[in-house]
């Protein structure tokens, strides 16, 4: 029997989906063929997917060095997306959220954040804001063992907002 990197009971992040957990793996025959799938159920909301094995679509909880390279990129204070339009920025934010590249998140929660305290932000950079706050608290939180809101309290800190 083949090996599989995650195993039931494991935690991983959907790129784009957040942190999921795999509750069971199961073959179905698809095309007259026979796969695996994981059974996921996304933390944030308890949603089920079920996605190939083979799909490479998880990865592990980031590592201690990559925490430490988030809250990096979180405390520059400079804007990775220069562009004007704000749906231009918004198209290159959805690609880093997309990603699934924590440092990417980081990027755009950090942008957001400078870029909310000289203007207001368009409808829908509120809610990638959100989307990306949302992706890494609950990351972070289980990579240092942390209850979320003591993550977002390092981001107030951080952008010296209110949460």
Same mark, same amino acid.
């Given at each position: 029997?083949?090996?599989?990197?995650?195993?039931?009971?494991?935690?991983?992040? /959907?790129?784009?989906?957040?942190?999921?957990?795999?509750?069971?793996?199961?073959?179905?025959?698809?095309?007259? %063929?026979?796969?695996?799938? /994981?059974?996921?159920?996304?933390?944030?909301?308890?949603?089920?997917?079920?996605?190939?094995?083979?799909?490479? =679509?998880?990865?592990? &909880?980031?590592?201690?060095? =990559?925490?430490?390279?988030?809250? @990096?990129?979180?405390?520059?204070? $400079? &804007?990775?997306?220069?562009?004007?339009?704000?749906?231009?920025?918004?198209?290159? /934010? $959805? +690609?880093? &959220?997309?990603?699934? +590249?924590? $440092?990417?998140?980081? %990027?755009?929660?950090?942008?957001?954040?400078?870029?909310?305290?000289?203007?207001?932000?368009?409808?829908?950079?509120?809610?990638?804001?959100?989307?990306?706050?949302?992706?890494?608290? $609950?990351?972070?939180?289980?990579?240092?063992?942390?209850?979320?809101? @003591?993550?977002?309290?390092?981001?107030?800190?951080?952008?010296?907002?209110? =949460?």
């Amino acid at each position: 029997m083949e090996s599989l990197p995650f195993q039931v009971g494991d935690k991983a992040v /959907y790129p784009a989906h957040g942190v999921v957990e795999v509750t069971d793996i199961e073959q179905k025959e698809v095309g007259g %063929e026979t796969h695996k799938f /994981y059974i996921l159920r996304m933390l944030d909301n308890g949603m089920k997917v079920m996605i190939p094995t083979g799909a490479n =679509a998880l990865r592990e &909880i980031m590592s201690p060095a =990559a925490v430490q390279e988030v809250f @990096e990129v979180l405390r520059e204070n $400079k &804007i990775a997306v220069e562009s004007t339009t704000w749906n231009r920025r918004y198209r290159e /934010y $959805k +690609d880093k &959220i997309d990603s699934g +590249d924590p $440092k990417q998140i980081a %990027e755009v929660l950090r942008d957001l954040y400078l870029l909310k305290n000289d203007k207001d932000l368009s409808f829908g950079e509120r809610k990638m804001l959100d989307t990306a706050k949302a992706l890494l608290v $609950k990351e972070l939180s289980i990579a240092r063992d942390m209850k979320e809101n @003591e993550v977002e309290n390092e981001f107030v800190d951080i952008f010296q907002v209110t =949460a």
